[in-house]
Each structure stands twice: as C-alpha cells, then as structure tokens.
C-alpha cells in the first residue's frame, strides 16, 4: 500500500531512515562505531547526561517505581509533577504552570483549547510544525502572516476584528533558522487589539535572557506574555513540556486540553531530572555564557571562510545548501570527516532551502569548534559547500 510512496520520497531525496546512536559521550556520540563530534543536538546547555539529573532521576524511582500507571485528572499525579510545576511558575515569573508529555502535545492541546469557531489564529509562517497542527486543531479561521513581519500581523488584526477571540501564535527562537521573533513589537499589538499572545520557547528556555527564562525575559518583558510555552527536553536535558500562565489559564487547560486529559502522566523520575535541571540553570550561569561564546566562535568562523548561513542570532547556524539531494551528500560526507549534523529537507523546510542545521553546546570545546571550522573549511574547498 505505501510502497510507491515510499519510493516517491526516495526518489525526491525525501526518505527519512533512523539512525542509530550507539552511545553519548559529552557533546560526541557513536555511530557504527564511529566516533563523531555531535553538531544537531538540542542540548544547548550539555545537562542532558548530568550526574545531578541522573542521581534524582534514579532517587525518584525508587520511591515512585517508572510508570505513572494513569492521566493526571485520574491517578497518575505525583508529588513531583506539583513541585515541578511550582518550580516551572517561579522559573518563568508567572501565577501557575502545567506539564505536558512533550512540546507536541503542548501546542496540539493548548491551541484547540483557547481558539475554536469563530475566533482568530495569525501563525507566523515559520512556525513549527506542532503549532501549525494545533491551528488546524482548533477549527478557528487561521490566516498566516510572513515571517517576522508585523505589519503584516497588525493588518491581518485589522481585518478580524469580527472574531469572538484573537490569538497571536509564534515561535520564540524559530527551530530552523535560529532567529527571534519580534516580541516588543507583538506584544504592542496583542495589547492594542486585545489579543491572547502565545509564544513557544521550546528554543530559548534555558538560552535566552540574563537568567534562561526565554525571549520574553531576553526582551524585558516577562510580565506581558499572556501564554508561555517552553520544552523540558532540550536545553534542560529532560523529557515533556509545559505551560506558564496565570492561575485561571492553567485551570481551563487542565479542564480542556485534551492531549493533557487523555495522556498517561509524564513518569515522576522525569519531572525529578527536569527539577534537578531548573536548579543547574540558576546555579551555574556559566553554562549560557560557555554557549554564548561558543556560538560566536563557530559564526565568526563560518564566516571568515565565507559560507553562507542564516542570519542567526541563537545557538541554531543554517548552513545553507539549497537542494536536498546536495544537503543529504554534504551531512554523509561530514559524517566521513567526523561530524555529525544531518541533512534538513522539506517539509521541514521549504522548496530549494534544505540545509546542515549545526547547533552549538555548552559542553563544545574551543578546539572541538576549531575542529569542526577545519571540518567545514575542507568541505568549502572541496567544491561542498
């Protein structure tokens, strides 16, 4: 039945296959035996194999066994998942916060719970593809405006002004090209049309903003972001996702998310490893400075050799290929060289814009970036790059 299909994608440089990673060791991993200098991970601050997120994770499952054994409106809510709660409210200075079992599930079940019939959804066109799924979700008109443009977005807030609800949806950091959405300036309209701003920091939590709390505290806005989302999963090393937002709108999602009702609880050893992993954020701030200096170094490397990347302003670097069968030939030949950083295509991007989506850690060494710019460089003059 899909076997044409299948070859359809193959033949279109499309086809996706698993690859399996052998062992983690620091910001390196094995693959076939291979040892290769990871380039495509989301662990920006390199908690995810700490020992501190390992020794709670273990304490927690002795007392609470693995499972969670049912949803959270049943049985399946532990002491773990309230403090970890309480701790995700005081980490993003909001009255309540809520988990989820992964940053999908979040936007798939936050979205269709606060917009329906008759109300209003501007997406930005870069969103990802868990916010662009909960849009179509939710049964409300959904009008997408271009990337990162505002004006466009307050002509869009012209138009509908008919709607029982607005809600302005973006992306924090944008996933694939590493650039920051213009939040003073949503957060300007939202408050002048009076519309709801959601904004998903699965990107910049742990990242952004003097303390790690996101874009709205890189901005100085912490306050004026009505519905914050963030992952547990990416730069705290953990697994599941959340939301942080007043007390009533953490109430109603619990009563109406339905990827929160109808999912078997998050395991309380995993709310222990994200609890362990707020902690290091606020304990060692070095970690973001190490990332900071770290992704200047690889930037200002790229391009002093001249290759071409998207205007990044995060630990996210495109580099730029263009067709998807030249991105899939240049991630097999860094493999060779002794990188690992896949081949992104469409759908995940657009037509003729596949690319290496290089990230950067805090656990990357300057010579493992030196290492990584000679990687590169011999790709360049090879014709590769």
């Given at each position: 039945?899909?076997?044409?299909?299948?070859?359809?994608?193959?033949k279109?440089?499309?086809l996706?296959?698993?690859v399996?990673?052998e062992?983690y060791?620091?910001?390196?991993?094995?693959?076939?035996?291979k040892?290769l200098l990871?380039?495509?991970?989301?662990?920006?601050?390199?908690l995810a194999g700490?020992?501190?997120?390992?020794?709670?994770?273990s304490?927690?499952?002795e007392r609470?066994?693995?499972?969670?054994?049912?949803?959270?409106?049943v049985?399946?809510?532990?002491?773990?998942?309230?403090?970890?709660?309480?701790?995700?409210?005081?980490?993003?200075?909001?009255?309540?916060?809520?988990?989820?079992?992964?940053?999908?599930?979040?936007?798939?079940?936050?979205?269709?719970?606060?917009a329906?019939?008759?109300d209003?959804?501007?997406?930005?066109?870069?969103?990802?593809?868990?916010?662009?799924?909960?849009?179509?979700?939710s049964?409300?008109e959904?009008?997408?405006?271009?990337?990162?443009?505002?004006?466009?977005?307050?002509?869009?807030?012209?138009?509908?002004?008919?709607?029982?609800r607005?809600?302005?949806?973006t992306?924090?950091?944008?996933?694939?090209?590493g650039?920051?959405?213009?939040?003073?300036e949503l957060?300007l309209?939202?408050?002048?049309?009076?519309?709801?701003?959601?904004?998903?920091?699965?990107?910049a939590?742990?990242?952004?903003?003097?303390?790690?709390?996101?874009?709205?505290e890189?901005f100085?806005?912490a306050?004026?972001?009505?519905?914050?989302?963030g992952?547990?999963?990416?730069?705290?090393?953990?697994?599941?996702?959340?939301?942080?937002?007043?007390?009533?709108?953490?109430?109603?999602?619990?009563?109406?998310?339905?990827?929160?009702?109808?999912?078997?609880a998050?395991p309380?050893?995993?709310?222990?490893?994200?609890?362990a992993?707020?902690?290091?954020?606020?304990?060692?701030?070095?970690?973001?400075?190490?990332?900071?200096?770290?992704?200047?170094?690889?930037?200002?490397?790229?391009?002093?050799?001249?290759?071409?990347?998207?205007d990044?302003?995060?630990?996210?670097?495109?580099?730029?290929i263009?067709?998807?069968?030249?991105?899939?030939?240049v991630?097999?030949?860094?493999?060779?060289?002794g990188?690992?950083?896949?081949?992104?295509?469409?759908?995940?991007?657009?037509?003729?814009?596949?690319r290496?989506r290089?990230?950067?850690?805090?656990t990357?060494?300057?010579?493992?970036?030196?290492?990584?710019?000679?990687?590169?460089?011999r790709?360049r003059?090879?014709?590769?790059?």
């Open positions: 039945m899909f076997k044409q299909e299948l070859l359809q994608l193959e279109g440089h499309l996706r296959r698993l399996v990673v062992s060791n620091g910001p390196y991993i094995t693959i076939n035996g040892r990871l380039m495509c991970s989301n662990d920006y601050l390199g700490h020992p501190a997120l390992r020794e709670a994770a304490a927690a499952m609470y066994g693995f499972g969670s054994s049912a949803s959270r409106l049985s399946g809510t532990s002491a773990l998942h309230r403090e970890l709660e309480q701790k995700i409210a005081r980490f993003k200075g909001t009255e309540a916060a809520l988990a989820f079992n992964s940053g999908y599930a979040a936007n798939t079940g936050i979205i269709p719970a606060i329906g019939e008759g209003l959804i501007l997406s930005d066109s870069l969103n990802h593809a868990s916010i662009i799924d909960g849009c179509r979700l049964k409300a959904v009008k997408v405006y271009r990337h990162r443009d505002v004006d466009h977005v307050q002509d869009l807030l012209k138009q509908g002004f008919l709607a029982r607005t809600l302005i949806v992306d924090g950091v944008f996933s694939m090209d650039d920051i959405a213009p939040i003073p957060v309209l939202a408050e002048k049309y009076r519309a709801l701003l959601m904004v998903d920091d699965a990107h939590t742990g990242v952004l903003g003097d303390t790690g709390r996101g874009t709205a890189h100085g806005l306050n004026r972001v009505p519905i914050q989302m992952t547990l999963g990416k730069a705290l090393g953990s697994y599941g996702a959340f939301v942080a937002g007043e007390r009533t709108l953490i109430d109603y999602l619990v009563n109406r998310s339905r990827s929160f009702i109808f999912s078997t998050l309380p050893m995993v709310c222990a490893a994200s609890i992993a707020l902690d290091i954020i606020d304990r060692e701030p070095e970690r973001r400075e190490n990332l900071r200096v770290n992704r200047e170094r690889f930037v200002q490397g790229l391009l002093s050799l001249g290759i071409a990347i998207e990044s302003e995060t630990p996210i670097v495109a580099v730029m263009g067709e998807s069968e030249k991105a899939l030939m991630s097999e030949k860094l493999s060779e060289y990188i690992y950083a896949a081949a992104i295509r469409p759908p995940t991007v657009p037509e003729g814009r596949a290496i290089a990230t950067i850690t805090a990357h060494t300057a010579d493992d970036i030196d290492s990584a710019l000679g990687i590169f460089d790709m003059r090879e014709g590769y790059l």
